[in-house]
């Protein structure tokens, strides 16, 4: 028996939403944030750990696997379900924001982008039927369309050109998308920060009946408050009983915020990239274990959390690891950054059926205000 998507939402508290999109592998818990897995995997971590984090679904780079090992022979391997070993909800995203950041080796038309490839330099052509069709290939549960994304500051005009041009394989996309029950496409709302063109592109994409809509083009070089702005107007303007969803944002900060305005879903880099690089995110707020303070601390990050790597592990044996460039030392803040951003949605999730999310916010934000004293 197939499983329709669906989303349901059980309750909110001002704009917050607390609800459940359903698919045919899984059910995935709003808010939810969603770990990046860009090439087949989540840098530094293994699914299991991943699913055991509270992650219900996880997001695969349509850019990336189309260059390798390209979609063809993933679908061959048995889809990205099978070849990365997740078997819960997969998300790809278009393709797009990768093939926009490469400026100089691209070539942008109506029919869609022609680029060479950062790997080897081979041509590819990226239309919106052909990135619908990768993202079909590989497997996923929620397919983007293809769009084309610009960095902030922008002209008006530019801003509308590339609004207009994503509406338009926005419409190519559902048709080459077709009728799949099982799956969804989700539109993504464009146009920089003017609200005109926000609410253009919010209102031509609501009138597809689309089952999800993206707010893409934030996060790429505005201020936060910039940002929430764009999503005070623009969250509102989709339809209530469709999920929405936040591209690439963004910091445990700007979750809440967005949450607050209707957002309902989100993926970012940021956890696994800033473990990677030394940056733990705890309650006390963001620690940077690469500085000296720790050399010699035997506490662990936190002695309360319920994952091992914030709990077993003492932060001068995780600065000597990152010093000593050991693979260990990534892997074990990324397993703390995972887990806390899945801990933050949990919390987000059960303040907004209780009906005290602003309560919750405010307790997260003064954690992290106070920060960690140092105790030694």
Excluded at 171 to 176: E, L, Q, T
Excluded at 177 to 204: T, W, Y
Excluded at 312 to 321: G, I, M, P
Aim: hydrophobic share 35%.
């Amino acid at each position: 028996m197939t499983i329709p998507f669906s989303f349901k939402i059980s309750a909110t508290d001002g704009k917050a939403r607390r609800g459940t999109v359903t698919t045919a592998r899984g059910d995935i818990r709003t808010p939810a944030f969603m770990p990046v897995g860009t090439a087949g995997t989540v840098k530094a971590m293994y699914m299991d750990q991943v699913k055991d984090l509270g992650a219900d679904i996880i997001l695969g780079n349509t850019y990336h696997l189309m260059l390798r090992p390209g979609a063809e022979r993933v679908a061959r391997l048995g889809g990205l379900h099978k070849f990365g070993g997740w078997q819960g909800p997969i998300l790809t995203d278009s393709g797009g924001f990768q093939v926009m950041s490469l400026a100089a080796l691209r070539k942008l038309t109506e029919d869609g982008v022609t680029f060479k490839s950062h790997v080897d330099g081979a041509k590819f052509e990226m239309s919106p039927e052909r990135s619908i069709e990768i993202q079909g290939l590989l497997g996923s549960d929620i397919q983007m369309q293809l769009d084309e994304c610009i960095a902030l500051p922008a002209e008006e005009d530019e801003m509308e050109r590339a609004m207009e041009l994503s509406l338009r394989w926005a419409d190519r996309c559902k048709v080459a998308f077709g009728d799949q029950p099982e799956k969804a496409m989700f539109g993504i709302v464009q146009g920089g920060d003017n609200e005109r063109l926000r609410l253009r592109s919010a209102q031509a994409l609501s009138e597809m009946d689309l089952k999800g809509y993206s707010i893409g083009g934030l996060a790429v070089g505005e201020p936060q408050e910039v940002m929430l702005s764009v999503l005070d107007y623009t969250a509102e303007a989709l339809p209530e009983t469709k999920p929405r969803y936040l591209m690439g944002v963004g910091t445990p900060d700007d979750l809440l915020e967005s949450i607050a305005r209707g957002v309902d879903m989100f993926d970012c880099v940021m956890p696994t990239r800033a473990g990677r690089h030394g940056q733990l995110f705890t309650r006390f707020g963001k620690l940077n274990i690469k500085n000296s303070r720790h050399k010699d601390d035997h506490r662990p990050i936190d002695e309360t959390s319920d994952c091992p790597a914030a709990r077993d592990y003492s932060r001068a044996y995780l600065h000597h690891l990152h010093k000593c460039g050991e693979s260990l030392g990534g892997m074990l803040l990324t397993w703390n950054n995972l887990h806390y951003y899945q801990q933050l949605m949990q919390g987000a999730r059960d303040a907004i059926e209780q009906g005290r999310y602003s309560d919750y916010v405010a307790q997260t934000k003064a954690g992290w205000a106070k920060g960690d004293i140092e105790t030694l």
